[in-house]
């Protein structure tokens, strides 16, 4: 059974910092590029940073410079450091799996940057 398991989410004030982890069970986690997606009430998910199988990052535009995505392939979890928080990162952050063929998703963690 596949699973991915996210946490580190909360409640932070504006200009904060929060790392978020993605453990992974069930797949061959080394062989997964994985991504961090994030939700906010009404809007579409949108991609918020990736990093690949080799360990190449790449980020949106609205992290880049404050975020930083990182991979321990022996603890099979992804994370995800964010810094400077804004009000309009408050979201649902889920964590996302992928490689040739096949895809998860985890369950989220909310984010809530708020005073």
């Known amino acids: 059974q596949v699973q991915l398991v996210e946490s580190g989410g909360g409640l932070v004030q504006p200009g904060g910092s929060l790392r978020l982890s993605c453990a992974a069970s069930?797949?061959?986690?080394?062989?997964?590029?994985m991504n961090w997606y994030r939700q906010a009430p009404g809007k579409q998910r949108e991609l918020v940073a990736s990093?690949?199988?080799?360990?190449?990052?790449s980020y949106a535009d609205f992290v880049k410079g404050r975020s930083s995505i990182s991979r321990d392939n022996n603890k099979n979890t992804v994370y995800l450091q964010m810094m400077n928080l804004k009000s309009e990162d408050t979201a649902v952050y889920y964590c996302?799996?992928?490689?040739?063929?096949?895809?998860?998703w985890g369950q989220g963690t909310q984010v809530t940057v708020s005073s």
């Open positions: 069930g797949i061959t986690f080394s062989i997964y590029n």
């Open positions: 990093i690949t199988v080799g360990g190449t990052t």
């Open positions: 996302h799996a992928a490689t040739l063929g096949s895809m998860y």
